[in-house]
């Protein structure tokens, strides 16, 4: 299977998907450049993609061995262009607007970016003040045990700024991935969100 990120230089969108009927050759299309897919997105395009879901599943897999999948229940659609385990020395990047190559996201980052998603599934709405709130709870409760790191966005008595300011701009990026995934909608440019920012389930 092959590991790229990259499509191969040799192939286009149209070249690809030539022998695919219409409806196929548009869901190809479409995963060609973006990878995932949610009914709240593209309704229609979500609704093309697992109708025919058996189709596209068949030609990623014969023609670049990259494994695709429907989620109906959960309203999203995945083209897998990884292995299902990627490697570590591998994160995602976080995309900066006006920037040609985002930061490569941190193991904090990637924690309180699951944590997000725990919180998400309890509470679909919420501001960016309480969620910073229920992950400072969380965090603090399973610290103690190592289970997770301690987080803290806001100065504490006798501290500097510096690791308080670290820890909510490493909140905010890991909202950024979320956004970028479509995981979350956010109602605010994410660079005002260190002050506040709701988010609700996109």
């Known amino acids: ?20 009927n ?16 949610t009914v709240e997105s593209d309704p229609d395009l979500f609704r093309l993609a697992v109708h025919h879901k058996d ?19 959960d309203g999203m659609c995945r083209l897998y262009k990884r ?3 990627p490697p570590a020395d591998r994160p995602p990047r976080i995309n900066l607007p006006g920037a040609t190559r985002g930061r490569t996201a941190s193991p904090f980052v990637i924690t309180l970016m699951c944590l997000v998603c725990e919180q998400r599934w309890r509470h679909p709405e919420t501001s960016f003040n309480d969620l910073q709130r229920a992950l400072v709870q969380t965090c603090v409760t399973e610290s103690e045990s ?27 990026d890991a909202l950024r991935l979320l956004e970028g995934w479509h995981v979350i909608a956010v109602d605010q440019p994410l660079d005002v969100a260190k002050t506040i920012a709701p988010i609700s389930s996109s």
Not at 1 to 20: C, F, K, Q, R, V
Not at 147 to 171: D, I, K, M, S, Y
């Open 1 to 20: 299977m092959s590991g790229a990120d990259d499509l191969p230089d040799a192939y286009t969108d149209d070249e690809m998907a030539e022998h695919a």
């Open 22 to 37: 219409p409806e196929v050759r548009s869901v190809i299309a479409s995963f060609l450049r973006s990878q995932f897919l």
């Open 55 to 73: 189709e596209v599943r068949a030609w990623f897999a014969g023609t670049l061995g990259w494994p695709f999948e429907a989620y109906p229940a």
């Open 83 to 85: 292995r299902w385990d």
């Open 146 to 172: 190592g289970r997770l790191p301690r987080f803290q966005p806001v100065t504490q008595a006798g501290e500097g700024r510096a690791r308080a300011n670290a820890h909510r701009l490493a909140l905010v």
